[in-house]
């Protein structure tokens, strides 16, 4: 673009003209995409591209020239006008997405709930393994051997379930702890299920 046609464009942009804002745009477009793409950082490339700032500029640059009627003694100066709007609209929104990121990353960085209050209570695949157990153990374990676990779970001791059901307590110990055995059940834990 000349600087004689330069007047005559600018001039055009004030009236609204939509083709000298297209030739104007086109003319300095991949010029202000540059200058937006030389700033940004990895962490703002995934947030918006030069593109996003170029035409957001551009649209207030439109009404900008409707209003306010400016002029430009050469291309060069309607160039560092064009970058240094660009510039400024670059950096405000850096400033907004990075204070967005630090947020996005001290947020990540804080422990889950979940973590920073462990429960004493089972997980939920916790619960379903032991029913599944639970079942497994009740369908393949001889009937009189059933009574004895359902007094277990239940809360019997090891002395009420020998009350109740008539056999020596060293029995029961020896009967739940081979269906411990048998269904893969720790042995501590069997063990400290006995007493």
Known sequence: MSDESLASVVEKLARGDQAAAEKVFRTYEPFLRQVVRRQLDTNLRAKFD????????????????????????????????????TRHRFLDRARRYRTR??????ASARPRLDEAFPSNQPRPSQILQAE????????????????????KRQGFTIAEIASRTGLHEDSIR???????????????????AME
Do not use: Y
Request: with cysteine; glycine share 4%; proline share 2%.
């Open 50 to 85: 030069s593109v996003d700032i170029v035409q957001s500029v551009w649209s207030d640059l439109l009404q900008g020239f409707r209003e306010s009627a400016w002029s430009f003694d050469d291309t060069e100066r309607l160039k560092a006008f064009l970058v240094s709007a």
């Open 101 to 106: 990121i630090r947020q996005e990353v001290s």
């Open 132 to 151: 599944e157990l639970w079942d497994r153990m009740l369908a393949e374990c001889r009937p009189p051997h059933r009574e004895l676990l359902l007094l």
């Open 174 to 192: 020896r009967i739940l702890r081979d269906l411990a055995c048998r269904f893969g059940v720790a042995r501590q834990r069997s063990n400290g």
